[in-house]
């Protein structure tokens, strides 16, 4: 039997052994007499949070889950039916237009903060920067970039470095791309397009080789949860600044990317009926640091989102115990023990 568990170690959470679920104790009867619907959006993070509440709602409140997978897009617009009860992330930054629109037209509701500090930006690692074998010491933002391409040199291209960007066609390539020009990089640096696996590879063997690299990265992801790296500045986060580079083909200016906020959304009509549910989908918070360890541990151990669900809420009653009352807080203890 794999056995884990999530401890906070500094502030962030670091995985130690607990085992995998036993039989909870009796739990009362769910406000909603069917199974409660989750969107399955398909990435790490939200199937981790699909996992934690699922197992609370399944063994706290006495509740059946379910969960439809697909795309965000279809998925909000599913939401927006009925045919979807929650979707456990909901990226504020930069919205999609039918969640919007839902929120518009009383079909969905924002329930509350998951965590509220997503993170996207230029990174290379700590050591890169800091410490006695600092190789790069004045490296803090990216107009320092010019002066260092020796130090990230693109073996295909002599004379350039080489910055690892998106996969070619996602909305943040498009973004680094313009960046790279409005901050006058391009000259310098190639703009060198891989998979997101690739990205995380390159970057991963990189650092245990204790090279430099340079890349666009977002949290949380496992990656950020388990090694140290340096986000490099950028002109603060500018709204009319950000708009223009988005709408531009040739941007002059560019800015930080902006924090988002991401929320938890639901049904309207679901979050009238079940208040309860509600009450703890509002308390529902984690953070971009708790979340990128829980995924570490995840990619390291190759667990399931179910199997890190478990490890967190064995060794975090101090985090999730807060979302719930004392008595469900115990039934759910008991079940992950």
Not at 9 to 20: E, I, S
Not at 235 to 252: C, E, G, H, M, Y
Not at 288 to 312: H, K, T
Not at 316 to 323: E, L, P, Q, T, Y
Request: with cysteine; charged share 20%; aromatic share 10%.
């Amino acid at each position: 039997m794999l056995r884990s568990a999530l401890v906070l170690a500094g502030g962030l959470a670091v995985f130690a052994a607990a085992t995998l679920p036993a039989a909870a104790q009796d739990a009362p009867a769910c406000e909603i007499d069917r199974p409660i619907v989750f969107a399955g959006l398909g990435y790490d993070s939200a199937e981790f949070h699909n996992a934690v509440a699922s197992f609370i709602l399944e063994h706290g409140y006495g509740c059946e889950t379910d969960e439809i997978p697909g795309e965000t897009i279809p998925l909000i617009n599913g939401l927006a039916r009925g045919d979807i009860d929650v979707i456990m992330e909901i990226w504020t930054g930069n919205p999609a237009p039918p969640w919007v629109a839902a929120v518009e037209a009383g079909t969905a509701v924002p329930v509350g903060s998951n965590f509220p500090d997503a993170t996207e930006g230029w990174f290379v690692p700590r050591y890169v920067v800091e410490g006695d074998g600092a190789v790069a010491p004045g490296l803090r933002s990216v107009a320092d970039l010019p002066d260092y391409k020796a130090l990230f040199a693109d073996p295909e291209e002599p004379g350039m470095g080489r910055f690892y960007n998106c996969p070619a066609g996602q909305v943040c390539e498009a973004i680094n791309t313009k960046k790279l020009a409005a901050y006058g990089l391009d000259d310098d640096f190639t703009n060198f397009r891989v998979g997101n696996d690739a990205v995380a590879g390159a970057v991963e063997a990189a650092v245990l080789r204790n090279e430099p690299v340079l890349f666009y990265y977002y949290g949380p992801t496992w990656l950020l949860g388990k090694y140290d790296f340096y986000q490099l500045e950028e002109p603060p986060f500018d709204a009319a600044i950000w708009d223009a580079l988005v709408a531009s083909d040739n941007p002059t200016e560019a800015t930080a990317y902006p924090v988002s906020n991401v929320i938890v959304g639901a049904n309207a009509a679901f979050a009238a009926g079940a208040p309860g549910i509600i009450a703890f989908l509002e308390a529902y918070e984690t953070s971009s640091a708790i979340v990128s360890q829980a995924l570490a541990w995840m990619q390291a151990n190759d667990a399931s989102p179910e199997e890190a669900a478990v490890a967190f809420i064995t060794a975090n009653r101090d985090i999730w115990g807060a979302w719930v009352s004392d008595d469900i807080a115990d039934r759910v203890a008991a079940a992950a023990d």
